[in-house]
């Protein structure tokens, strides 16, 4: 049925209004077009007509007239009078799909759009042939005998009643005067009221009167009811309790012979749950038309591409997405979808999409401009009162800003250089920042999972655990100092501020590193020790002196010793000292005055003693109350003082005798001090310079090294030492500046001479250079000469043993044991000289240009050394354990050379009868990595650690273990080649471990 121009203009949607229709069996509810076509039938109408919707909607409505109305064009005339009057009413009969006649009561109403254009008809019939009927049966009643009509009566005033009855008991009826006040309600009228029969019978309807009806509303309710006319419509009243409700109302007029009316009874029925499911509508429709969270709604199913279809947006979404809801209706979401889109939350929403479950994602969207926004997306799918799902609505919601906060969040969160965590009341901590893991020197997982309590100091813990359980009973510190341990043992005074437990059990922490501030009070204590500062204090109205331990141990008396005013007073030395102190207490008492003062004291051990003494009045009520203050032993800094003076004398005396030219500036650039040498060095006399400014005598050299170079001096406040030209006196510089609390002390000399002799000396550095240039010409020559003398000695040797392997074989049996043992010790003897030269030729290639650098895995390498002896291995039954090495960027065949010439020692050098164990290991640090080699084997003895790194050095002959003393020389060669160092530890009979290093870069 199509409802779509029945909706138009009213507040009940598709689904409510089509319920509604349909639920109507007795009424025939038919939409035509402006021509009388029929555009939808109800059910009432398929009970009534006999036709379904399927033969009914296309058809004309004159299909329901007789023949002769047809014939009259009675059809048309009830559509125009309809639209000439708004509505026509007939009775008359009409005749049904099977060619039966039924007597039926039709109201034709003309729709018009907002504009007054005409839209179409609604078409309203109910069959009335049983009324029909009965109105006949009456009127042939009253052609009966009065005696039948009198029984007829009787039996119609007991049906009647029984209406009556009925509809008391369904209905909310009053009946009024001609006036309005009320003469009759039934019990209905009471309950909903909320008012007694007693209350409501001679009030008018002003009593359940809400308010809510204009005044034109109800004047024309009146007009129509006093007319004679029957009211229909729906009214909100008021309950005795204050509360409202809604009736559907119709107001019948019984009227006198006159036509006037004398009474009416008004029928409602309680329509006040759908008046507020109404309400609630509208106001939902409100929310959603006004909220600035993007809702959509899309078909169910059809998950695959190109998606569902979207079928209604609000204006929030075209406002955040920029897409009309004309651009958008009949695509789907997926085109706000882009490259940044997260592929994982699309594919959780996709997936409880398909199977119907609500879900919530966070993502990138595209506006149709292109721009990206951040979107929360909650899609929840809607079903049907069959429970089929029909649609999916999602509420989307911008986020771009509570992802930048969280952004930022972030960023203070990973980049704060205080501690900031999560912790739990069960022990662990949830999160912890980068700030934490850097000062603690665990990583994020391991401070994760090792519970917090293993890392507070042992002395600490039952303190922190005591606070930790305030905070969770809800009696927080929320200011806690505890010292953790860190991952390398050191000591971190951590001061804590922590928000009270959540229901989750969580802790929010902040901890700032006051390591270094508790190492200064404890350095503060010990200075204030050490700088032998007391307190002391006189209370004036109790007439009290204090002391405190230190200020006695400065005057020297015992700890037992109670001042006062008087015995304090004489500690100072007769004369100017106890003067003065006097006097300033006086002013403190009278004029509130306060004092710092360095004055002598005599000891109660008869010492004298410089001492500075700091007072400060208290007053109340313009009384001094007591005066407090310091006292501090000050002997040696004064006596220092007195000799720092002398020596201003001494120094003065020295400046105008060292050889180096010399000055002092302020931080003005005023000149304070120039001394004889500076002015022959520089040709200005001491008169000249004297508090005048530098720069403005040297005004030529502000732009120079000096002037920069001495600036520098004063910002950094750290010494600089250069060397400039000046170019006026044609002369070079060697100069030092030194800052001072007051400026710059410069010292400077001539050093022209020398600077010729340093361009001497360039240029015979360039000498060297080239010298160095054709030295490794000739090293290049040597390394091809040994190269080719190795070639040319090894063929004599190869024919040496040739030659006497021939004689051993064709002669053999002419010689005896001692002549075949000559043989074997002269071949034993070539092959032994031929191997030497191979090393030699190894060795002195070491160095020279190879392979370019590369990435070497270790654990590859060696596994690929390892069954070079798999022989030795099996015959031995070696056990070697390789740990997983690093992977290096740098020669392959250097690198796998060391290995493979310590892994062969290794199995060589074993001891009798024993199983050869081997590990390869390695550490990681900063700038190299080390490896070890480590074996069971005879052990080296501690003397000879040096000598077995020399080339051609053996410690054992060759019957004993093979080899030419070359192997570790090469080893040795080849990683000091490469930027590392090696070494052995061994004990003799113990196994050896060969260490070595090797750059990372």
């Not at 507070?456 to 809800?474: A, S």
């Not at 030092?736 to 400026?743: K, R, V």
């Not at 053999?812 to 074997?824: F, M, N, T």
Request: aromatic share 10%; hydrophobic share 35%; charged share 25%.
């Amino acid at each position: 049925m199509n409802l779509e121009p029945l909706l138009s203009g009213h507040d009940l949607s598709y689904d409510d209004l089509l319920l509604l229709i349909n639920s109507v069996q007795d009424y025939a509810i038919i939409m035509l077009d402006t021509t009388g076509n029929i555009t939808s039938w109800n059910k009432g109408a398929e009970n009534i007509k006999g036709y379904s919707a399927k033969n009914a909607i296309g058809k004309n409505f004159s299909m329901f007239y007789s023949p002769d109305d047809i014939k009259r064009g009675e059809p048309q005339i009830n559509l125009k009078m309809a639209a000439a009057n708004g509505s026509f009413s007939k009775s008359g009969f009409r005749v049904r799909k099977d060619g039966s006649a039924f007597w039926g009561d039709v109201v034709i109403t003309a729709l018009y759009t907002v504009d007054g254009q005409l839209r179409g008809f609604v078409k309203i019939t109910r069959d009335m042939t049983k009324q029909k009927e009965l109105s006949d049966e009456v009127e042939r009643l009253h052609r009966q005998t009065e005696s039948i009509i009198t029984e007829q009566l009787n039996v119609t005033l007991k049906e009647n009643a029984d209406y009556k009855h009925a509809l008391n008991e369904s209905s909310i009826v009053a009946i009024t005067n001609q006036k309005g006040v009320i003469t009759h309600v039934n019990d209905n009228f009471c309950k909903i009221s909320k008012y007694s029969r007693e209350e409501l019978v001679g009030q008018d309807h002003r009593i359940i009167n809400s308010g809510y009806h204009d005044k034109a509303f109800i004047r024309d309710l009146w007009n129509t009811i006093s007319h004679g006319k029957i009211w229909k419509g729906e009214l909100k009243n008021k309950a005795k309790d204050g509360s409202f409700y809604w009736v559907d109302t119709t107001i019948v007029p019984f009227l006198n012979e006159g036509g006037k009316p004398y009474q009416y009874i008004a029928i409602r029925s309680d329509i006040t749950q759908r008046k507020e499911e109404e309400q609630r509508l509208k106001l939902l429709e409100s929310v959603i038309t006004n909220t600035t969270d993007a809702v959509l709604i899309t078909e169910a199913g059809l998950f695959d591409e190109p998606g569902p279809r979207i079928l209604y947006v609000n204006d929030a979404f075209t406002k955040m997405t920029g897409y009309t809801a004309e651009e958008i209706i009949g695509k789907t979401p997926r085109i706000l979808q882009g490259a940044k889109s997260d592929k994982r939350e699309l594919k959780r929403l996709s997936d409880a999409m398909r199977n119907y479950l609500p879900c919530e994602i966070t993502t990138i969207n595209y506006h149709k401009n292109g721009d990206e926004f951040w979107i929360n997306f909650a899609v929840s799918p809607v079903t049907d009162e069959n429970g089929k799902h029909t649609h999916m609505i999602a509420i989307q919601r911008d986020v771009t800003q509570r992802k930048q906060v969280e952004d930022e969040l972030n960023q203070i969160f990973n980049f704060t250089p205080d501690i900031l965590c999560i912790a739990g009341t069960d022990g662990y901590f949830k999160k912890v920042n980068p700030a934490m893991t850097r000062l603690l020197e665990y990583s994020e997982e391991q401070l994760l999972a090792i519970p917090f309590m293993e890392m507070v100091y042992p002395q600490d813990r039952d303190q922190t655990t005591t606070e930790l359980q305030n905070i969770i009973t809800g009696n927080p510190t929320y200011y806690i100092e505890n010292r953790y341990i860190t991952k390398s043992g050191k000591l971190k005074w951590l001061a804590w501020t922590t928000t009270g437990a959540s229901n989750e059990g969580l802790l929010y922490c902040s901890a700032k590193d006051i390591t270094d501030k508790k190492e200064l009070e404890v350095l503060l204590r010990k200075a204030t020790d050490l700088a032998m500062i007391g307190a002391w204090n006189i209370d004036l109205v109790k007439g009290t002196v204090y002391w405190s331990a230190m200020t006695k141990e400065i005057h020297e008396v015992p700890v037992t010793f109670e001042p006062d005013m008087e015995k304090g007073i004489n500690f100072y030395k007769e004369g100017e000292s106890r003067k003065l102190i006097n006097q300033v207490v006086e002013e403190a008492i009278n004029k509130g005055k306060s004092w710092d003062l360095e004055l002598q004291i005599v000891t109660a051990k008869g010492n004298d003693k410089w001492v500075r003494v700091i007072g400060e009045a208290e007053f109340l009520a313009n009384k001094c109350v007591r005066i407090v203050g310091s006292f501090q032993e000050i002997d040696d800094r004064k006596k220092a003082e007195i000799a720092a003076k002398n020596a201003l004398e001494e120094r003065n005396t020295i400046l105008e005798s060292i050889g180096d030219a010399f000055f002092a500036v302020d931080k003005k650039w005023i000149v304070t001090y120039w001394n004889k040498t500076a002015e022959k060095v520089l040709g200005k006399t001491r008169q000249e310079m004297i508090d005048q400014d530098l720069w403005g005598i040297f005004s030529d050299s502000v732009t120079s090294e000096s002037y920069k170079k001495y600036h520098q001096a004063i910002k950094t406040n750290k010494a600089v030492h250069f060397e400039d030209y000046y170019e006026p006196l044609n002369k070079w510089y060697e100069i030092s500046a030194y800052p001072t609390g007051n400026g710059l002390s410069v010292y400077f000399k001539d050093v022209t001479d020398r600077k010729m002799s340093d361009s001497r000396l360039n240029e015979l550095n360039e000498n060297l250079r080239k010298h160095a240039r054709e030295l490794a010409i000739s090293n290049a020559e040597l390394e091809q000469f040994a190269y080719v003398a190795s070639h040319d000695l090894q063929e004599p040797l190869r024919m040496v043993t040739s030659f006497l392997s021939q004689i051993e074989q064709r002669y053999g049996d002419l010689l005896d044991d001692k002549g075949r043992k000559y043989i074997h010790f002269a071949v034993d003897g070539a092959k032994r000289m031929r191997q030497i030269i191979l090393d030699l030729l190894e060795f002195s290639r070491v160095g020279s240009a190879g392979d370019n650098p590369e990435e070497v895995d270790l654990n590859k390498l060696v596994n690929d050394i390892l069954p070079l002896y798999r022989k030795q291995i099996e015959e031995k039954k070696a056990i070697i354990n390789v740990a997983v090495l690093p992977i290096l960027h740098t020669h392959k065949v250097p690198i796998r050379q060391v290995f493979q010439n310590l892994i062969s020692n290794a199995l060589k050098y074993v001891k009798p009868g024993v199983c050869p164990s081997i590990s390869i290991e390695f550490k990681e640090e900063p700038a190299y990595y080390a490896f070890w080699v480590e074996d069971n084997g005879i052990g080296i003895n501690p003397e000879y650690f040096d000598k077995i790194f020399i080339i051609f050095q053996r410690l054992h002959n060759k019957d004993e273990y093979s080899g030419t003393g070359m192997g570790l020389a090469l080893t040795k060669k080849i990683v000091e080649n490469l930027g590392g160092k090696i070494w052995v530890k061994s004990e003799e009979g113990k196994g050896s471990a060969f260490c070595f290093t090797i750059l990372k870069n």
